[in-house]
């Protein structure tokens, strides 16, 4: 009886472990094919769920693009008379606080005030709506 034991012990030393790591890399495979499967099924439920808010989102996107770009031409020209209108102020009037302020208004509504901080947001939407897309 020991020596039977003795090859028992021998047998599942030697010849099992290599057949369970076998039977483990095989395993782990599957699975690692089956949670790959998963992943793409719940991927493309989470593109059907997501499809409407990135083409909400996208309409959206360029109606404010032109918006932005009709308001920046418009407001360009609007921010030239008001700084001519402050720089007059100041200078044939004397009157330096209301001239700053109608220059400081004519800043904001420049290019490089509100619209540049417009477009800003309208690119960063954008870059996340490229996200919503990619997923």
């Known amino acids: 009886m020991t020596s039977f034991g003795r090859r028992q012990t021998k047998y599942s ?17 599957w699975y ?8 793409d099924y719940m991927r493309i439920l ?11 989102v996208s309409i959206i ?9 009709f308001s920046s031409m418009l407001l360009s020209i609007l921010a030239f ?4 209108l402050g720089f007059a102020a100041m200078v044939f009037l004397g009157d330096t606080n209301e001239g700053l302020t109608a220059m400081f ?28 897309k990619s997923i």
């Not at 996107?61 to 770009?69: A, E, G, P, T």
């Not at 008379?81 to 001519?84: D, E, G, Q, S």
């Not at 509504?109 to 919503?132: D, F, K, Q, V």
């Open 61 to 69: 996107l360029l109606v404010c693009q032109f918006v932005c770009v």
């Open 32 to 39: 690692a094919y089956l949670i790959e499967m998963e992943v």
């Open 81 to 84: 008379f008001l700084f001519a």
């Open 46 to 56: 989470l593109k059907i769920l997501l499809f409407p808010i990135t083409l909400m």
């Open 105 to 132: 208004i004519a800043y904001l509504i420049s290019p490089y005030g509100i619209p540049l901080l417009a477009a800003w947001l309208l690119g960063t939407m954008g870059g996340i709506n490229e996200r919503l």
């Open 13 to 29: 030393a030697v010849f099992l472990p290599s057949k369970i790591h076998i039977i483990d890399r095989q395993k782990k495979l």
